[in-house]
């Protein structure tokens, strides 16, 4: 028997504290009687003679220890990890993960011996025995619902195939909990190479439970991490920055490769400490478009997590249209981005080419009302958008500048403390909008996005601060065409397979398709929506989206990228709860809990004391 | 005679008319009473032999019965005289304890002792004691004083520490001619009591010790923990009663009982332990009877 709370066993200290109350007795009733010289004479004799006899004797002196002891070892809550015959319900739930990839010694993968393991027990099922085979990477599916049928059974089990897809066992667990709850015992079979976190406490549910680890190797490195971001040194230049795991015992050198659209770009050798990580940094110029990938080129077990991929900015031109009175510092402030292509518009002539900015990414308004807006995305220079919501509450002297929000698209990379404005629009704002740089009394800018309409607010006029002669201001409009497009200046990775792809659609609906890496292109569906979910991301890789009208592809990544995957050793065991599941086939275990009887023992305990008490009182 | 109906009940006083003091020695009195006396000068009569005791008068030992026996045997020449019957009470705050309270007891046999006493023509003298002498009941005779005797008696009360020694120191300048001296008292004085009467045997005294205690004081029934409280001291002492605490409890009664009656034994005292649950009747007419108190 062990304890799951040993620390508990520590108020069995009280103990002594008890037994010395009952000696010293502080708490008396007083009694007058005619005389305590013989009541001094014996007590003193009885003391002698035996020190320890109101120890010995006292029943309520007992009752209270045994309650103080059986309330100790409840909190220490004991148990016992107990085995039974096994049951005629058999739940098996299959790991399919991309780790289980892996190949062992023989070429064979973990997810092959597996299979092979979950087939001898579908055909070694016994008369009235039935198996249940649930498939799980980082979902599961019920592969078999629970049968008798041996034929259906390695069929199901055949189904199953290699993923790429990372590990959650939770979803899988709770299946077959469900399950487990409908019998009075099952046995729950666990195939796995371990590569999650623990599992739930076993509840509500009587099954054995049994982990069978599969593989040994622990033969793997892998991109656990990519990412780009722009060089502090030069935003001419992007910074490609990857981490490479591995679990090898000892240092590996390899070669890891660049590639761009296909092309090796670059090449590093890195030298990754035994179970370590090390990074990589590959310098590119900000001008390179289209998806790279990272590749490991040293030969492992698993070869899933060796390469990442990535996709960068696209290379289309930017229109930007600026609407306003001729300002050279506006002008040159938003052409700095080479992709841009300005065009101004005077406000006069604004009616005249309403209608034909649709294909602009980004309109600037500099002190413009231009009335009711289309779909699109919108930058207001010292004046308010025609939108419920929006409305001037007055003027602001000398609004301080009170704090920015670091990660938003507008306004990261950028330090407003030099800048000062001389008047701003007291700004009352709808609460789709974010303030991303706040004054004193309320926003200074602000952004949203509703219905398709994306809209930027700066609260005051170019002309009304020293902002063009800081650094902020080209800085902001060039992250103001980046949030125009929703390019992320720092790009993370991308999705790992299996987790849903985001494909923003184009303004004008068109349709479109959608080309998985090494796939034929599959259509995607045409509509108002302003984003499309595609689920269909389990081979990793880059995904082509191509729309009817634009001539450009938009590339999307799906890359592992995951630790826990990368990580292919097998643990001795997993944690079920609070208890350990040593892996080894055909172990039961089924933990038992006494806390509660020895709980109720307690109170049982606890009230024949206050019987002894009450009858002693009487 | 309403006080004395109360302390002795009618029936009783008409059995008590029969009974009279008994004593193992003959005291000269002032008067003629009923009580022989070894007064000289009177119708000597040879009445009984006793055994010798410290302080008698050597002549009136029988030389020729220790000759055969070799032991000293007092010849008694009897008069009929009356005596002196001296009850001294313990009147201190422990008498008023106990269940039946000791007290009341105490003084129902005091008034029992002094009714037989007066029936007798015997002279009665109370001398109540606690902390201090209280005022005694001075020598009264005659059967018509008992209602006095009574109505002194129901005005006692239970308070004050014990002080034996000085009480009876008190008590013995106070004391005149010999007699019979009755000693009504729980002997719950850590100091002694019993200790205290021995000048009395020089005053040729008889002395008879009764030692009262309560029912509860003897075996204590009650459970728990308690601090005990002495009344008339004050002191404390913590109990957590258990059945073997009661049996050491008892024991050292026992005990106490048995070194009360010992210093009794050694002074020539008659020793009877009383307890307050015990009929007066009973006590009367038979226990003090049979011990020789009574006749």
């Known amino acids: ?528 929506a302003d984003r499309v979910i595609v689920s269909d991301t389990d081979r990793p890789g880059v995904y082509r989206v191509k729309w009817e009208k634009r001539p450009a592809e938009a590339l999307y990544a799906v890359s592992l990228t995951d630790p826990g995957e990368t990580d292919v050793r097998v643990p001795e065991k997993i944690a079920m709860g609070e208890t350990d599941l040593k892996g080894r086939a055909g172990s039961a275990l089924v933990r038992r809990e006494f806390w509660p009887w020895l709980l109720m023992g307690a109170i049982a305990v606890l009230f024949a004391e206050w019987l002894v008490y009450q009858y002693y009182r009487a | 005679m309403s006080a004395a109906r109360l302390l002795v009940p009618p029936d009783l006083m008409r059995k008590l008319d029969e009974l009279e003091i008994r004593t193992r020695r003959s005291f000269a009195g002032r008067i003629r009473g009923e009580q022989r006396s070894v007064k000289k000068g009177h119708s000597l009569e040879f009445a009984d032999y006793r055994s010798y005791i410290q302080g008698d008068d050597l002549r009136f030992i029988d030389w020729k019965i220790f000759a055969r026996l070799d032991r000293l045997f007092l010849k008694l020449f009897m008069e009929e005289e009356d005596l002196f019957v001296y009850i001294l009470l313990d009147t201190s705050h422990s008498m008023g304890m106990g269940e039946p309270a000791k007290l009341p007891y105490a003084k129902q046999l005091a008034a029992a002792l002094s009714y037989i006493a007066l029936s007798g023509t015997h002279r009665v003298a109370i001398q109540p004691y606690a902390a201090d002498v209280l005022a005694p009941l001075p020598p009264t005779r005659g059967k018509g004083q008992f209602a006095g005797v009574s109505a002194f008696l129901e005005r006692l009360e239970a308070e004050g520490q014990t002080d034996s020694r000085t009480g009876i120191a008190h008590f013995r300048r106070r004391l005149r001619g010999s007699g019979v001296v009755f000693l009504i008292s729980d002997l719950l004085d850590r100091n002694g009591t019993v200790e205290a009467l021995k000048p009395l045997l020089a005053g040729r005294y008889e002395v008879c010790v009764f030692h009262l205690l309560a029912p509860d004081e003897e075996e204590p029934q009650w459970e728990g923990d308690w601090r005990l409280v002495d009344v008339e001291d004050g002191g404390t002492v913590g109990v957590s009663m258990s059945a073997r605490l009661r049996e050491a409890y008892g024991k050292a009664v026992r005990q106490f009982r048995g070194e009360q009656r010992d210093v009794c034994g050694r002074y020539g005292f008659n020793y009877l332990p009383i307890r307050s649950d015990l009929p007066l009747e009973s006590l009367v007419l038979h226990s003090l009877r049979a011990r020789g108190v009574l006749k």
């Open chain 1, 1 to 528: 028997m062990s304890f799951l709370a040993p620390a508990a066993l520590g108020f069995l200290a009280l103990i002594p504290g008890i037994v010395l109350l009952y000696f010293l007795r502080l708490k008396r009733d007083v009694r007058v009687v005619s005389s305590t010289y013989l009541w001094k004479k014996t007590v003193d004799e009885f003391r002698v003679n035996r020190p320890f006899q109101k120890f010995q004797n006292h029943l309520l002196l007992w009752l209270q220890l045994l309650a103080i002891a059986l309330l100790s070892l409840a909190a220490a809550r004991p148990y016992a990890d107990t085995r039974r015959d096994a049951s005629s319900v058999h739940i098996v739930l299959l790991d399919h993960s991309a780790s289980m990839n892996t190949r062992e010694e023989g070429g064979r993968t973990r997810l092959e011996l597996a299979k092979e393991f979950a087939r001898e027990m579908a055909r070694g099922l016994r008369s009235g025995d039935r198996l249940m085979l649930v498939g799980f990477s980082d979902r599961a599916h019920v592969a078999a619902p629970l049968t008798a049928d041996r034929d259906a059974l390695l069929r199901a089990v055949d189904d199953i195939g290699p993923t790429h897809r990372p590990t959650r066992a939770d979803e899988a667990w709770l299946t077959a909990l469900s399950v487990a709850r409908q019998y009075d015992l099952s046995d729950v079979y666990l195939l796995s190479d371990g590569g999650f976190r623990a599992l739930p406490q076993l509840t509500e549910a009587n099954a054995n439970v049994h982990f069978v680890p599969f593989g040994k190797s622990a033969d793997n490195l892998g991109v656990v991490h990519l990412e780009t971001r722009a060089s502090e040194e030069s935003r001419k230049r992007v910074e490609v920055f990857a981490r490479i795991a591995s679990v090898r015992p000892v240092e590996t050198e390899t070669l890891v490769e660049l590639h761009r659209n296909g092309a090796l770009v670059d090449a590093q050798r890195v030298r990754v400490p035994g179970a370590g990580e090390r990074g990589v940094v590959f310098q590119r110029p900000s001008s390179d478009r289209g998806a790279i990938e990272v590749r490991i080129v040293e030969p492992d077990a698993l070869a899933v997590d060796n390469r990442a991929w990535m996709a960068l900015g696209s290379q289309d031109m930017v229109r930007v249209v600026l609407v306003g009175e001729e300002d050279v510092f506006l002008k040159q402030a938003i052409a700095m981005d080479p992709r841009v292509e300005l065009t101004v518009i005077p406000p006069a002539d604004y009616a005249a080419v309403k209608g034909k900015l649709a294909d602009a990414e980004l309109v600037v308004f500099d002190g413009v009302d231009p009335g009711p807006l289309a779909r699109g995305s919108y930058l207001f220079l010292g004046r308010l958008p025609a939108i419920e919501g929006f409305a001037a509450r007055g003027e602001i002297e000398q609004p301080a500048l009170v704090k920015w929000e670091a990660d938003h698209p507008l306004t990261q990379y950028i330090n407003f403390s030099t800048l000062h404005v001389a008047k701003a629009v007291d700004l009352a704002q709808p609460p789709w909008m974010r303030t991303v740089l706040a004054g004193e009394k309320g926003a200074i800018i602000a952004a949203g996005e509703r219905g398709g309409v994306r809209v930027a607010v700066v609260a005051f006029r170019v002309g009304d601060s020293d902002w063009p002669l800081r650094v902020s201001f080209p800085l902001f409009f060039a992250n103001a065409v980046r949030w125009a497009k929703e390019e992320e200046l720092t790009a993370h990775g991308a999705v790992r397979p299996g987790e849903p792809l985001v494909v923003r659609t184009p303004r004008d609906p068109q349709s479109g398709t959608i080309a998985p890496p090494d796939g034929a292109p599959a259509a995607l569906p045409a509509g108002d």
